[in-house]
């Protein structure tokens, strides 16, 4: 819009100049010279700025189209030029027409809503908005949820994997395999267990060959170790991994516990083992140079005293799994630090006075 009334501006001077061949040759000989100095800006193709643009279409109103050969552009383009800032002259700010836009806080509010109560439909959500005050409509609510990709009440009834393993996280343990290739290219398989209420994780012995006798053995050791629990097993998660046979589900069986499949390919259901095997990959395996079974023992019993008793853990807001009370300090104590396997992972703790 600047630029248009900047046009007309110019052209009205233009047009205040007595006419005559005098006056054109002048008016030529500026665009000649104008054009001069947008030459001289860069080598190459010349780059025309929008004020460029706005003087020559208005002197090209000026000069006859027989003199118009002293443009550096085409007679079209600068047909076109004065076409542009004629319809830039009429633009103006349009009216929107239809609703006016949803509040982004209905908005947001309508979403918590929906997720925090996956069985309320579409009027259930007007109506507690309405509680509140706020008039919103079934529609409205509607196009929300889907824009988000929240279903009707029935698609979003019922928790999600990872709700149900919150709420049950007490008395559920997660179990997994993962394999450590060593120096000499041998596998060796590693059987853990996770603690999801406490997030205490439990490395037992590696193998060669994780067979029958091996697998049932350790979860006799670990059922026998869980029995000073306060709360008992109720739950146990495993894959359906071939390695698994029918009396290790039935050790845990005969100690009150259900044991859960995941389904297949399904690795989000035992998203607390499958994260567990990478953070120890990430913080130890992938930087250590495994010699063999002895010592992949070593490090992973190394590793498993760090974890339960000295690392933070983000999904306990960052406590330690074997968490206790810490004070706090007025004044910021001297800290020494503590090395784990040779420098790998490092232990802070203040030095008592």
Same mark, same amino acid.
């Given at each position: 819009?600047?630029?248009?009334?900047?046009?007309?501006?110019?052209?009205? $001077?233009?047009?205040?100049? /007595?006419?005559?061949?005098?006056?054109?040759?002048?008016?030529?000989?500026?665009?000649?010279?104008?054009?001069?100095?947008?030459?001289?800006?860069?080598?190459?193709? /010349?780059?025309?700025?929008?004020?460029?643009?706005?003087?020559?279409?208005?002197?090209?109103?000026?000069?006859? @189209?027989? @003199?118009?050969? +002293?443009?550096?552009?085409? &007679?079209?383009?600068?047909?076109?030029?004065?076409?542009?800032?004629?319809?830039?002259?009429?633009?103006?700010?349009?009216?929107?027409?239809?609703?006016?836009?949803?509040? %982004? *806080? $209905?908005?947001?509010?309508?979403?918590?809503?929906?997720?925090?109560?996956?069985?309320?439909?579409?009027?259930?959500?007007?109506?507690?908005?309405?509680?509140?005050?706020? @008039?919103?409509?079934?529609?409205?609510?509607?196009? $929300?949820?889907?824009? *988000?990709?929240?279903? %009707? =009440?029935?698609?979003?009834?019922?928790? +999600?994997?990872?709700?149900?393993?919150?709420?049950? !996280?007490?008395?559920?343990?997660?179990?997994?395999?993962?394999? #450590?290739?060593?120096?000499?290219?041998?596998?060796?398989?590693?059987?853990?267990?996770? *603690?999801?209420?406490?997030?205490?994780?439990?490395?037992?012995? +590696?193998?060669?060959? &994780?067979?029958?006798?091996? #697998?049932?053995?350790?979860?006799?050791?670990?059922?026998?170790?869980?029995?000073? @629990?306060?709360? &008992?097993?109720?739950?146990?998660?495993?894959?359906?991994?071939?390695?698994?046979?029918?009396?290790?589900?039935?050790?845990?069986?005969?100690?009150? !516990?259900?044991?859960?499949?995941?389904?297949?390919?399904?690795?989000? =259901?035992? +998203?607390?083992?499958?994260?567990?095997?990478?953070?120890?990959?990430?913080?130890?395996?992938?930087?250590?140079?495994?010699?063999?079974?002895?010592?992949?023992?070593?490090?992973? =019993? =190394?590793?498993?005293?760090?974890?339960?008793?000295?690392? %933070?853990?983000?999904?306990?807001?960052?406590?330690? /799994?074997?968490?206790? %009370?810490?004070?706090?300090?007025?004044? #910021? &104590?001297?800290?020494?630090?503590?090395?784990?396997?040779?420098?790998?992972?490092?232990?802070?703790?203040?030095?008592?006075?």
């Amino acid at each position: 819009m600047l630029f248009s009334l900047l046009y007309l501006l110019v052209r009205a $001077i233009f047009r205040l100049a /007595p006419p005559g061949d005098e006056f054109e040759r002048e008016v030529e000989i500026m665009v000649l010279r104008h054009q001069v100095r947008v030459l001289r800006r860069k080598d190459g193709r /010349p780059k025309l700025r929008r004020i460029d643009k706005l003087l020559l279409a208005a002197a090209s109103r000026i000069l006859p @189209r027989d @003199r118009w050969a +002293s443009f550096i552009v085409t &007679p079209a383009t600068l047909l076109r030029w004065h076409r542009e800032l004629a319809r830039r002259k009429w633009t103006h700010r349009r009216k929107l027409c239809g609703r006016p836009p949803i509040d %982004p *806080e $209905i908005y947001a509010l309508v979403c918590r809503v929906a997720r925090e109560n996956p069985r309320w439909g579409y009027m259930r959500i007007q109506g507690e908005c309405r509680k509140l005050g706020i @008039r919103v409509g079934a529609t409205t609510v509607k196009r $929300i949820l889907g824009r *988000e990709g929240l279903g %009707p =009440a029935p698609r979003r009834d019922g928790p +999600s994997w990872s709700e149900f393993l919150r709420a049950q !996280a007490e008395g559920i343990l997660a179990t997994d395999f993962f394999t #450590v290739e060593t120096v000499f290219l041998r596998t060796l398989y590693v059987l853990f267990f996770i *603690e999801i209420g406490s997030r205490k994780l439990r490395f037992l012995t +590696s193998t060669r060959n &994780p067979d029958t006798a091996f #697998v049932t053995q350790h979860a006799r050791n670990l059922s026998f170790e869980l029995q000073d @629990r306060d709360r &008992p097993l109720r739950f146990l998660i495993r894959d359906r991994d071939s390695k698994y046979p029918g009396s290790f589900d039935e050790v845990f069986r005969s100690e009150g !516990a259900e044991v859960i499949l995941t389904p297949i390919r399904s690795p989000k =259901a035992n +998203s607390f083992a499958e994260r567990s095997v990478r953070t120890v990959r990430h913080e130890v395996l992938d930087l250590t140079l495994v010699l063999g079974r002895r010592h992949l023992d070593q490090i992973l =019993a =190394a590793y498993e005293r760090h974890y339960n008793s000295q690392r %933070p853990h983000r999904g306990l807001d960052l406590r330690v /799994p074997e968490s206790y %009370p810490v004070a706090p300090v007025d004044e #910021v &104590p001297q800290i020494e630090r503590h090395d784990i396997l040779g420098g790998l992972i490092h232990e802070y703790h203040a030095v008592t006075a």
